[in-house]
């Protein structure tokens, strides 16, 4: 991306309740998140609702990635998920999606992860994060690595889908500095 271009994260709001609900009820990427059925705008609404609640509560958080130029917000492309949020142990698990199929390839998924990572460990004080990808969708597997994770493990034959049993990775990042 260019110097005068940038991305933000940023917590939800109300206006989220279209791109949430478009994103959430597009089946072309239920496999990487794990949804089978859809949502309804009802459910979306009282998500977006309780996201206020503290990331210690609810053990989750999910960050909307607007792009920015020239210090203009020009749309929102994304969004960041915190899951498994374990202050014990200081880890988490993260994943990124780029709402539009147009606007992926466009290195807004490599902004909003640097935020996070930034904000994870900086904010949170996480010791280390971690992904789950598809061992195919080597896009994302090459995304991650760029920022520093490393592929601890395989998980064979982890992901049932229409074509068969798919194999997913384990990628983690630590926190030199804690």
Known sequence: MEQS?????????PEDIDCLYKWENDNSIWQ?????VP???YLLTKYIESAHLDIYQTRQLRLMADFFKDGLKVKTVGAVD???FEPFHQRAGIGILIGEKEERGKGYASAALAEIIHYAFNVLLLKQLYCNVE???TTSINLFKKHGFIEVGVKKMWLRTSEGYKDEALLQLLNENI
Not at 5 to 13: D, F, G, M, N
Not at 32 to 36: D, L, M, R
């Open 5 to 13: 271009t940038t991305i933000v994260l940023r917590a939800l709001e």
């Open 32 to 36: 990487v998140s794990n949804t089978i």
């Open 39 to 41: 949502f309804s705008r």
């Open 82 to 84: 915190i899951f498994d």
């Open 135 to 137: 061992t195919t969708n």
